[in-house]
T-cell receptor
Framework: GGIITQTPKFLIGQEGQKLTLKCQQN?????MYWYRQDSGKGLRLIYY???????QKGDLSEGYDASREKKSSFSLTVTSAQKNEMAVFLC?????????????FGEGSKLTVL | GNSVTQMQGQVTLSEEEFLFINCTYS??????LFWYVQYPGEGPQLLLK?????NKGSSRGFEATYDKGTTSFHLQKASVQESDSAVYYC????????????FGSGTQLTVMP
């Protein structure tokens, strides 16, 4: 088996601040994803990466940057945190793409902006 | 574009009652449909997958089928347990070649003992 580790678990920031979330996986999976989870809205894709140094934008990429410098890690940066923003960011990985349907998710990083 | 609509935001049942959660989908291609489940404090995990209309997918006592005619997709379980309390997401796999799943808004299932 393997595991997805997200750090930090909780992140509190100030309006306008740049904030970075990190994700590590030891499945040796090629594809990694960042999703945002808002109450009542399901999961929305921010960025994904199909291999080291690859980046693909999802529907929600505006306001975010991502980086995949190693196969095992994928980071997400909120470029300018919005006041009163609150969301959970979920990292996931899969062997190839979505077609197997088997994405493995981390436990999430909860962002609160004061 | 492709989309998934999950109308039931909350469902509350007693143990041993029948569960039925329905979604509708819209796609221009050939859908692959999934159900994911998220337990408190955890990330979502794949529950089951259905690749062919009117074929049944099953896992852990849950069953799912989809109907191309009505573009609907449902999840059912004959007898729920308190441990089934979780959020259930219906998910559409895009067939256009882009690498993403489209998640519904989720159904919070609460099972009372």
């Amino acid at each position: 088996g393997g595991i997805i580790t997200q750090t930090p678990k909780f992140l509190i920031g100030q309006e306008g601040q740049k904030l970075t979330l990190k994700c590590q996986q030891n499945f040796n999976h090629d594809t990694m994803y960042w999703y945002r989870q808002d109450s009542g809205k399901g999961l929305r894709l921010i960025y994904y990466s199909i291999t080291e140094n690859d980046l693909q934008k999802g529907d929600l990429s505006e306001g975010y940057d991502a980086s995949r410098e190693k196969k095992s890690s994928f980071s997400l940066t909120v470029t300018s945190a919005q006041k009163n923003e609150m969301a959970v960011f979920l990292c996931a990985s899969s062997i190839t793409g979505w077609d197997t349907g088997q994405l493995y998710f981390g436990e999430g990083s909860k962002l609160t902006v004061l | 574009g492709n989309s998934v609509t999950q109308m039931q935001g909350q469902v509350t049942l007693s143990e041993e009652e029948f569960l039925f959660i329905n979604c509708t989908y819209s796609t221009t291609g050939y859908p692959t449909l999934f159900w994911y489940v998220q337990y408190p404090g955890e990330g979502p995990q794949l529950l089951l997958k259905v690749t062919t209309a009117n074929n049944k997918g099953s896992s852990r006592g849950f069953e799912a089928t989809y109907d191309k005619g009505t573009t609907s997709f449902h999840l059912q379980k004959a007898s729920v347990q308190e441990s089934d309390s979780a959020v259930y997401y219906c998910v559409l796999g895009e067939s256009s070649g882009s690498w993403q799943l489209i998640f519904g808004s989720g159904t919070q299932l609460t099972v009372m003992p």
